[in-house]
């Protein structure tokens, strides 16, 4: 018998690009940094990690908001979802249509120095990030605002030697990190640790963000 290697305990991680992100993220800029400069009106009131210096977090409901921007983006963020479940669970076309959805859902704005510290989304399954706009990375910034989801084997390397120490991926040590192009949009379990590193641009970062948990109809 030949050797079989499988990846044992993988992780699921989706990411998909929306096709007229262009246009669609130039309405969403505006009405987010809109929304943004009017304050405590929008702003989360009670965050549960602590808010960095350069960091907006808006209150949890704007997929609630009626802007069609924001409603376009809805679909395309629950249809993508919607498609990394029914794969991942081996759902069928008329479970996936049961399934019932509940979520957070908010922006950030982030500013030179801003960044979001290494955190869980705790009572959620899936969680998400789209990319409005990722700002300017300075030359000598390479990591600057990029997003970083750390590997969940905390004790894959307590020991290193030749045998483990350049294991290729999915196998590999460290962390994953994600620099945002326009209109990306990136799915994994809310359990799975990230961060979003110091962000050093002299524009704008821009992203949503959400939480889901779920229900299936009778």
Not at 61 to 87: H, K, S, T
Request: negative net charge.
């Amino acid at each position: 018998m030949p050797l079989e290697i499988s990846p044992m305990f993988a992780v699921p991680f989706g990411q998909e690009l929306h096709p007229n992100a262009a246009e669609l993220n130039a309405e969403l800029k505006a009405l987010l940094l809109s929304r943004e400069v009017q304050g405590d009106r929008y702003a989360n009131p009670n965050p549960s990690l602590k808010q960095q210096q350069g960091v907006f977090e808006s209150d949890f409901n704007l997929f609630a908001w009626p802007e069609a921007c924001v409603q376009q983006l809805r679909q395309f963020c629950w249809a993508a979802l919607g498609r990394m479940i029914q794969d991942t669970n081996g759902y069928s076309a008329e479970e996936i249509q049961k399934l019932q959805i509940f979520s957070h859902t908010w922006f950030h704005v982030t500013r030179h120095g801003g960044f979001t510290i290494l955190h869980t989304h705790p009572m959620a399954s899936w969680s998400g990030v789209y990319c409005v706009d990722p700002g300017r990375t300075p030359e000598d910034r390479p990591e600057s605002g990029v997003l970083r989801f750390h590997n969940p084997h905390h004790y894959s390397n307590y020991f290193l030697d030749a045998g483990n120490a350049r294991l290729r991926a999915p196998y590999h040590h460290g962390t994953w990190n994600i620099r945002f192009q326009p209109g990306q949009l990136v799915l994994f379990p809310s359990w799975l640790q990230h961060e979003v590193m110091p962000f050093y641009g002299d524009d704008e970062r821009i992203t949503i963000a959400f939480n889901c948990w779920f229900g299936m109809k009778a």
